[in-house]
Each structure stands twice: as C-alpha cells, then as structure tokens.
C-alpha cells in the first residue's frame, strides 16, 4: 500500500508561482514512476507532468510546458511542480499519482489509467 500525501496549493494571483510537494510512503520509492494531474470544477482530470524513477525524463502538457517544472527527491520520498507563470486556467485540484510498476527502467506515463495510487489532492486557485 503507498500513501501519497500531496501539499502547497493555496490562492495566489496571476502571474504568482507555487511549489506543490507529494510526499510518498514506502521503501521503493526510487522505483515508481510519478506523475501530477489535474481537475477543474466541471471537467474531467487532466494530464499536467511526469518523471521518470531517477528523474531523468520527464513529459509535460502542453498548457504548461515552459511554465512548470516537475522535479523528485527520492532520498526524501517527495515529488514536486514547481509552478510559475500561473494563470487563472490553472485552478484546479492537483493530484499527484503514482505508477508502481513501470515498465520500463526509464518511464513516465500520460494516461491516468497507468497509476494505481493517488493522493486526495491539494487546490490551487489562481486569481486574475
């Protein structure tokens, strides 16, 4: 069982910036893949950024490509989006997910069907 606990999100103007933190439990940690997702009120949960295991590669819708930077620490068991440039359509609920499984030694998933934990999910609210 992995408990993902995600952290950060808050209201903030436009053109304003946040970092939000999951934070993972368990000792395999370096072996999941990650990824953050997103939920605006009335829509389906969207795509936002992945990492690889190590960190070395990662993928990024393309709304927020140049603007967020998805990162992980896996001494600390934490993935991070780092959020810059924000603008109103950014509000949402952020969820961070977990792959547990990959296939690969180097993956990142897109689809939120790949993930088998999710956080409860931490709301960001840009305003204009």
């Known amino acids: 069982q992995v408990q993902l606990v995600e952290s950060g999100g808050r209201l903030v103007q436009a053109g304003g910036s946040l970092r939000l933190s999951c934070a993972a439990s368990g000792r395999t940690f370096s072996s999941y893949a990650m990824g953050w997702f997103r939920q605006a009120p009335g829509k389906d949960r969207r795509f936002v950024a992945a990492i690889s295991q190590s960190g070395g590669s990662t993928r990024y819708a393309d709304s927020v490509k140049g603007r967020f930077s998805i990162s992980r620490d896996n001494a600390e068991n934490t993935v991070y989006l780092q959020m810059n440039s924000l603008k109103p359509e950014d509000t949402a609920v952020y969820y961070c997910?977990?792959?547990?499984?990959?296939?690969?030694?180097?993956?990142?998933?897109?689809?939120?069907?790949?993930?088998?934990?999710w956080g409860q999910g931490t709301q960001v609210t840009v305003s204009s």
């Open positions: 997910a977990a792959n547990t499984r990959p296939r690969y030694r180097s993956a990142y998933y897109v689809s939120q069907y790949e993930y088998d934990y």
